[in-house]
């Protein structure tokens, strides 16, 4: 769809879905280099497509009787753990079994080093948990807060005192909400890159 519309742009001239496409564009490009430098921009395709598929998937939620699949455990951690697989994978692939570094701090005592060595093992097994769990965990809170308003405007709609206040309060939170779904994608691709430039980095 995103393709799709950029092409039509391109035919018609510049306008709004254009605009979009190339202020998303950018976005995306300076965090990139922000977060991992020019050999990041490798990763522009893929981080591209996951932040296009994480903002669908949480706007695509706000339509009413719609499902909302960032707000299911399984599927924020099948995407996570996968993230994470395709990453350590590549990472042994760049640096063979010197990529096993980024469990060893530098500059640190003999004997502390087997605990941290520890540590660091069992922050890097966590990752695609807390990744998942966060956006899980946000998205989930938000939908159930606007079926909840929206349950009560409902109700509230035949006591005529009270009028369309309660559907103001639904808009409103569904405004909020996709803030928040910007955001929750936005912080999901933010994590993935910091764990990329660790692994090009090794720390």
Same mark, same amino acid.
């Given at each position: 769809m995103y393709k799709v519309s950029l092409y039509k742009a391109t035919l018609i001239g510049e306008n709004n879905w254009q605009n979009i496409g190339e202020m998303i564009y950018e976005f995306i490009v300076d965090l990139i280099i922000e977060q991992v430098g020019k050999p990041g921009i490798l990763f522009f395709p893929f981080i591209m497509s996951l932040f296009l598929?994480?903002? &669908?998937l949480n706007v695509m939620g706000l339509v009413p009787l719609s499902f909302t699949v960032t707000g299911q455990l399984i599927v &924020?951690? &099948?995407?996570a753990i996968t993230i994470m697989i395709g990453i350590t994978i590549w990472g042994f692939?760049? =640096?063979? +079994?010197?990529? !096993?570094?980024?469990? @060893? %701090?530098?500059?640190?005592?003999?004997?502390?080093l %087997? !605990?941290? +060595?520890?540590?660091?093992? $069992?922050?890097? +097994? *966590?990752?695609?948990?807390? *990744?998942?769990?966060?956006?899980?965990a946000n998205m989930l809170a938000g939908h159930l807060l606007? =079926?909840?308003i929206g +349950?009560? /405007?409902?109700? *509230?709609? #035949?006591?005529?005192?009270?009028?369309?206040? %309660?559907?103001?309060?639904?808009? /409103?939170? $569904?405004?909020?909400?996709l803030g928040i779904a910007f955001? #929750? /994608?936005? @912080?999901?691709? *933010?994590? &993935?890159?910091?764990?990329?430039?660790?692994i090009i980095n090794l720390h």
């Open positions: 598929f994480v903002l &669908t &924020t951690f &099948t995407l692939r760049i =640096h063979g +079994v010197k990529f !096993l570094n980024i469990f @060893v %701090p530098s500059g640190i005592e003999p004997w502390l %087997p !605990l941290l +060595v520890f540590i660091e093992i $069992m922050s890097y +097994v *966590l990752r695609p948990i807390s *990744l998942a769990v966060r956006l899980f606007i =079926h909840i +349950v009560a /405007a409902i109700y *509230l709609m #035949q006591f005529y005192f009270i009028g369309i206040l %309660p559907w103001i309060c639904v808009i /409103a939170f $569904m405004f909020l909400e955001l #929750q /994608a936005y @912080v999901f691709v *933010l994590l &993935t890159l910091i764990y990329i430039a660790n």
